[in-house]
């Protein structure tokens, strides 16, 4: 009588900047259910999480991330190359792979070999905070501009069962304060653009006056991507549907609030617990 093959888990961890600590919490959640992923996939900042998990250097990852200031942000990679041995992504004992943007043509990249920080450092590599990544002739940018979610990347790898982690379903218009940029915001908002916003804004016809100020120029930038990555996670997860979503709720956090680690692992562990009986019913853990 033939054995009843156990089903593959596999874990997409999906982009939202300073909301993927909550990837950690998930790991921790996950792990403490006895529900380890089988392999993991990841997009923008949720694939340096997974790299850090599949490296098999979490507990050294999680630790540097609650330390982190505001001044540390720009340090990612260079922790991930002072602290963990590079390896191929297709050596590392645990599955693994990135999503990463074309910049030129658009088209998704899945990293599934080569050097694994090359691979993370071009999924992160969000416009205006990070530098693009050359590879193979092609000039790359962040992942969460094609595929926020990664699930199909899952599936491609072999995963029966797929866990996505949504970090932006309830962020929508949440940072979109009305008032005016603060004079202290520095490289957030620099004086031309502070101008630019000014010169629009006096085009207005004369009855706008008095009604609330435009959102400032980074409140802005923050709620397109928001809308663009919401928009293409839905889409793409309705084609592609995973079997079970970990959604935390993460809307107060903004773009680079990455100095706010422990809220946002706590977070993402709770969401996790939360799904734990779904989880259950398809057969996970004990």
Not at 163 to 169: E, G, M
Not at 215 to 240: F, H, K, W
Request: aromatic share 4%; proline share 6%; with cysteine.
């Amino acid at each position: 009588m033939n054995a009843v093959r156990k089903p593959v888990v596999g874990l997409a961890l999906g982009s939202g900047s300073a909301r993927s600590w909550a990837h950690i919490g998930v790991l921790r959640a996950l792990e403490q259910a006895a529900i380890p992923p089988d392999l993991i996939c990841g997009s923008s900042i949720g694939a340096l999480v997974g790299a850090a998990y599949a490296v098999g250097e979490l507990d050294r990852f999680e630790p540097w991330v609650l330390g982190l200031g505001l001044k540390e942000v720009v340090s990612f990679m260079d922790f991930f190359r002072r602290n963990f041995v590079d390896r191929p992504v297709d050596a590392l004992d645990l599955p693994f792979a990135a999503v990463a943007t074309a910049l030129h043509s658009g088209v998704e990249v899945r990293l599934r070999s080569g050097s694994t920080a090359d691979a993370v450092r071009a999924s992160i590599a969000l416009p205006r905070l990070f530098t693009p990544v050359q590879r193979d002739g092609r000039l790359l940018v962040d992942g969460g501009l094609v595929n926020p979610v990664p699930v199909s990347l899952a599936r491609a790898m072999g995963a029966d069962i797929v866990i996505a982690v949504d970090l932006n379903a309830d962020i929508l218009g949440r940072h979109l304060r009305q008032e005016a940029p603060a004079q202290d915001e520095g490289a957030a908002h620099s004086d031309w653009m502070r101008r630019l916003q000014e010169n629009f804004a006096s085009l207005l016809p004369e009855s706008a006056a008095g009604k609330p100020r435009l959102p400032s120029m980074l409140d802005v930038v923050t709620s397109s991507i928001n809308v663009m990555q919401v928009r293409i996670t839905r889409s793409r997860m309705a084609g592609e549907p995973p079997e079970a979503v970990v959604a935390p709720r993460l809307a107060h956090l903004g773009l680079l609030d990455f100095h706010r680690a422990r809220e946002t692992i706590d977070a993402g562990q709770r969401a996790a617990e939360a799904s734990l009986p779904f989880l259950r019913e398809l057969g996970l853990g004990t």
